[in-house]
């Protein structure tokens, strides 16, 4: 019987990547959701994480970001037009946030941090500003920026 990890090599292999979203549950109802590839570490690239989006606008927002990151990487800093929305570049969490992508490498324990680099996109509030930007219209949960 084929594995969750088996599953996902397969669906890398046939498209490239793969988004995972990450959701509240019964045992952490407050936690603000996020959404990562798994596979864009076979072209040498970051892994992208986008968080506080919903789950349709979470997997269209990567898979249009994946997508442009193999035609042209994505590099922090930059604040790029994506999916229809600008999106900033940060440097994103390598920890258990991202575990598939760690098992999707061969490395569940996370023991070397230049197998999987991440790269976190963070959209802005209706008026264009960014998270940590003067009148940021969200509250600090909308989008999760440090990870532990």
């Keep these: 019987m084929a594995t969750f990890t088996d599953r996902l090599r397969a669906r890398v292999a046939e498209h490239g990547w793969m988004v995972l979203g990450v959701f509240a ?3 952490a109802p407050d936690l603000t ?4 590839t798994v596979g864009l570490t076979d072209a040498g690239l970051p892994e992208l994480l986008v968080s506080g989006l919903g789950a349709t606008q979470g997997q269209e927002v990567l898979n249009a970001a994946a997508a442009r990151h193999i035609r042209r990487p994505i590099e922090p800093g930059m604040v790029d037009d994506v999916a229809s929305m600008p999106l900033k570049v940060l440097p994103g969490p ?3 946030h991202v575990q598939q992508a760690w098992n999707y490498v061969g490395d569940p324990q996370r023991r070397d941090p230049q197998r999987v680099r991440v790269l976190q996109l963070v959209w802005p509030d209706a008026e264009g ?3 940590g930007e003067e009148g940021f219209g ?4 909308a989008q999760q920026l440090s990870w532990p």
Excluded: I, L
């Design 25 to 27: 549950s019964a045992e």
């Design 33 to 36: 959701p996020w959404h990562y």
């Design 94 to 96: 390598t920890g258990e």
């Design 129 to 131: 500003r960014f998270p």
């Design 138 to 141: 969200y509250p600090p949960e």
